[in-house]
DNA sequence: AAATATAAGATACGGCCGTATCTAATTTAA
DNA sequence: TTAAATTAGATACGGCCGTATCTTATATTT
């Protein structure tokens, strides 16, 4: 047999090692997985990592991006700002509940160490992800006399990823009564629905 | 003269180390501050410090408390419910401003790793802190008429807390624009302000 | 096809973590 | 005052991080 010499390069490196980083995470969680680990699984070593990703969260959020599924929020159309608001926090429960929880805390802590890495996250996260079709959905409420229409700020825009994040990090579930309340005694009130 | 083998022991060593270790905050930050470095500042070592902390976010906190001035906020009353809110805020805003901004994303990172660790943090923390007075403080505004009377959730006790974070954590800082942003489009709607 | 450039792979390093083990100083109990 | 129990201090370990260096396979250029 011809002993393999091959070396894979580029894209189909990066692919085997974004692969074995998604396997790494699923197996071990975010915490436990580290970047030798992944280089092992994917038979290179540390090095080839860290020429493309400056650490571990860069490398997670990348395999997140290729696998993860990441969220494609339909935008409801419900008929009441409350259900609409219902049916969006239903969904990004749905995608919080793939994301282990553990996984989740673990990529906001090391956003926390770095700060810069806040954007990169975004893409992947719900806070502003939320935010590029929340205000449509506002309009809409405000055509249909629900709420008055006006400028709204990104700070009251962001509130309900805010609103989302926190309670995820702080308990490690989101029920629906923790919607409820989030919804009636804070958003509807804040977009000033009667 | 004589050679020194004295050996510290309890309180004694325990000041010393905790006073290293506050020191050391100070110099390089919290990230940059290490267990080994507090050790050899104290002229102990490691061990002696696992004995008695568990991790660094343990023994900062423990320093944090002992020579961090911790916030001892005045409950404030100062004839609206609005501007109880921003002599609130300023006082939060003071109290954060002197704890590095670095040292707080620091801690609350570790805070997401280990999550056991929350209670222990919201000691020191305003989050918590907050809700003690934040309920008197509506209560006096109801019985003003500020406000509606009735019973406000846990939830909508922390909001301020929760928005106060989520401000330092993202920008650096807490600006007056941001401060009224908060109470008049969120807090006060939420509220029920009229 | 040969020369050159690029990037993979291997190895080693210093830094810090958290743990374990051993010794000897200091307390406390007898 | 002596014996026993604590606990400080010293050292060493394996684990992972992130960096640097070197060699060698593969692409690219000429």
Redesign the interface.
């Known amino acids: 047999m011809p002993e393999n010499k091959k070396r894979r390069r580029g894209a189909d490196l990066e692919n085997a090692i974004l692969t074995a980083a998604w396997e790494q995470l699923q197996e071990k969680g975010y915490?436990n997985a580290t970047i030798e680990g992944v280089a092992a699984a994917a038979a290179t070593t540390k090095t080839v990592l860290y020429r493309r990703w400056p650490d571990k969260a860069h490398l997670m959020i990348a395999a997140l991006i290729k696998f993860g599924e990441l969220p494609d929020y339909q935008v409801p159309d419900t008929g009441s700002l409350r259900s609409d608001l219902f049916a969006l926090f239903g969904q990004m429960a749905a995608f919080l509940d793939r994301l282990n929880g553990e996984t989740l805390?673990?990529l906001?802590?090391?956003r926390?160490?770095n700060?810069e890495l806040?954007e990169l996250l975004s893409r992947a996260n719900t806070t502003d992800t939320l935010k590029t079709f929340l205000r449509p959905l506002l309009v809409r409420a405000a055509d249909r006399g629900d709420i008055p229409q006006r400028e709204w700020?990104d700070?009251?825009i962001n509130?309900p990823g805010?609103?989302l994040l926190?309670e995820v990090?702080?308990q490690q579930t989101l029920t629906v009564a923790?919607q409820t309340?989030?919804i009636d005694?804070?958003l509807l009130?804040?977009y000033?629905a009667k």
Do not use: F, K, Y
């Open positions: 915490q805390r673990g906001l802590a090391d926390l160490r700060l806040g700020s700070r009251v509130l805010i609103l926190n990090i702080g923790a309340e989030m005694e804070i009130p804040v000033g």
